[in-house]
């Protein structure tokens, strides 16, 4: 802005060198490769975790029930090792709560949602032919009765 109004003070310092203004190129709106695993042992390696076997974290972290005989002893049912992925996201990325989101698996809401109407539906109509039939025919069994 070359003829910038009065009331912006543009000759004095102000605070846009504390914004970042300018957006990474590289920057990907990328997200963790959920349950992705990387490589399957065959027998317990030294310094993987002493309760499944996988190298990628600890005992301590591992998200696995706690075995009786942990992998480290047993060499059986090694875990494999997981994906571990570190991303770069800026302030916004990093607080995007639909990040990774896959709109498509909403379809299967919407499938669950229109089956239970279609049930409820069901027993509506089928309630309603009950109480039909009742109106006809417990009269009729009781005049059955009376005679
Ligand atoms: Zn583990």
Redesign the pocket.
């Known amino acids: 802005m070359s003829s910038a109004p009065w009331y912006l003070n543009a000759e004095r310092p102000s605070l846009k060198h504390q914004r970042k203004w300018k957006s990474d190129p590289n920057y990907t709106k990328s997200w963790y490769d959920r349950g992705a695993k990387i490589f399957q042992a065959e027998k317990y390696r030294k310094g993987a975790?002493e309760?499944?076997g996988?190298m990628t974290?600890d005992?301590k972290s591992?998200m696995?029930r706690p075995r009786k005989k942990g992998a480290k002893w047993t060499n059986m049912h090694i875990?494999p090792d997981e994906k571990i992925e570190t991303f770069e996201l800026d302030y916004d990325g990093k607080r995007d709560r639909w990040n990774g989101y896959d709109a498509s698996t909403y379809a299967r809401v919407i499938e669950r949602y229109e089956a239970r109407l279609m049930k409820r539906r069901l027993m509506r109509a089928n309630r309603w032919t009950l109480l039909r039939l009742r109106s006809v025919f417990v009269p009729l069994a009781e005049g059955a009765r009376e005679l």
């Open positions: 975790c309760n499944c996988a974290h005992a591992c696995e875990a």
